[in-house]
């Protein structure tokens, strides 16, 4: 799914740059309507849901020389501990593109976690293990490793993790259809980031409720939480983020039949990421 991800979501960006220029949404009528479900949904249900899924893996697309970079410096380092955080970050590095290697630094990182005593990578290298099974659809097989990942960050006191354990187990049982389950831990997930005041992780968890609204079917509570996420990031540095917000707020507008709204987030997302490729 991940390959399929990644090679769409650039052109996806063009496709609105041609919409734009052309000036095509209804050759500027106003809409007397809204549009045909089966039009809308081929136009703006899939890419919804392609950015929405984009937002709980921030990693989709590795650099290769960052992960060459990160293995040399794995082979220099003497320090087994100092290893850990390496691993970590080779895991995810990895994960999408070939996961059996992802895998494999995912058991060295328990391995050596284990030995050391080092709870917060034991706890980090158990959510990788969730990570995992989730990317192979194993939904059941990742919240069980979530779930014990998330009782080492609750015992650390590790706010952080405890959200990103939420997070995750939100989207496997979103996944699987769980919906009651899966809307309780977006929202624990949430309330937790609320509290460490850090604004693009309050609005990382915004905007992923309203990829599950919009999944569900409630497009207005989908458009009030991703305006809410692209209140809680604006005037922080966090350029990609915002452009993304306002992308996804203009593909609601655009299922809702405002085509206007619609219109000014586009153009706006697009200035914005013309100064995230310039910056």
Known sequence: FNAVLAALIFPLHSFFEGLLKKRMLLVQRKPTGVMKDRHRQRFIFFPLIILWLSAFHSDVFSQPQKVDSLQQALENTTREKEKIPLLEKLF??????????????????????????????????????????????????????????????????????????????????????????????????????????????????????????????????????????????????????????????????MYLGDLDSSMNYFERALELYEEVNDA
């Open 92 to 253: 995810w590095q990895t994960l999408h593109y070939d996961p059996g290697t992802a895998y494999n630094y995912a058991q060295k990182q328990l391995k050596l976690a284990k030995k050391h005593n080092d709870s917060t990578g034991m706890a980090d290298a158990l959510k990788n293990y969730g990570a995992f099974f989730d990317e192979q659809g194993m939904y059941n097989t990742a919240n069980d490793y979530y779930e014990k990942s998330l009782v080492i960050y609750l015992s650390l006191k590790n706010l952080k993790g405890e959200a990103n354990c939420h997070n995750n187990i939100g989207v496997a049982y979103a996944r699987m259809g769980d919906y009651d389950k899966a809307i309780d831990n977006f929202l624990k997930a949430l309330k937790i980031r609320e509290q460490t005041g850090n604004k693009p992780n309050i609005a990382s968890a915004l905007n992923n409720l309203g990829g599950f609204y919009f999944y569900t079917g409630d497009q207005q509570k989908a458009l009030e939480y991703t305006l809410r996420a692209l209140e809680a990031v604006q005037g922080t540095s966090e350029l990609s983020s915002i452009a993304k917000y306002t992308e996804g707020a203009g593909l609601i507008y």
